[in-house]
């Protein structure tokens, strides 16, 4: 069973920052891509960032410049840092992998921001 846990939401207001954590095993953390998808309600989960197994980073548009995605191997964990936040950013965000063509996820953490 994979296991992701985020962790790292809260309450903030615009213009302030914010870094989501999210935990995984071990075995999965030195061999694939981790993704970070916020889903706002009554929406669909949206694709933010990706941190791929070499390392390297990609991000959409709409948080390009604000978001950024790490990784720390040794401590099995992925971070989103958030910064200049907007009141469009409220949303659960969901650390996601995909192994052999099936998504698993985490159970969320809420991000609000008010304006």
């Known amino acids: 069973q994979v296991q992701l846990v985020e962790s790292g939401g809260g309450w903030v207001q615009a213009g302030e920052s914010l870094r989501l954590f999210c935990k995984g095993a071990?075995?999965?953390?030195?061999?694939?891509?981790m993704r970070w998808y916020p889903q706002a309600l009554g929406k669909q989960r949206e694709l933010v960032a990706t941190?791929?197994?070499?390392?390297?980073?990609n991000s959409a548009d709409s948080v390009k410049g604000r978001f950024t995605i790490s990784r720390d191997n040794a401590k099995n964990t992925v971070y989103l840092q958030m910064t200049s936040l907007k009141p469009e950013d409220t949303a659960e965000y969901y650390c996601?992998?995909?192994?052999?063509?099936?998504?698993?996820w985490g159970q969320g953490t809420l991000v609000t921001v008010s304006s």
């Open positions: 996601n992998v995909n192994i052999n063509y099936v998504n698993y």
């Open positions: 941190n791929t197994r070499a390392g390297s980073t």
């Open positions: 071990e075995c999965i953390f030195r061999r694939i891509a």
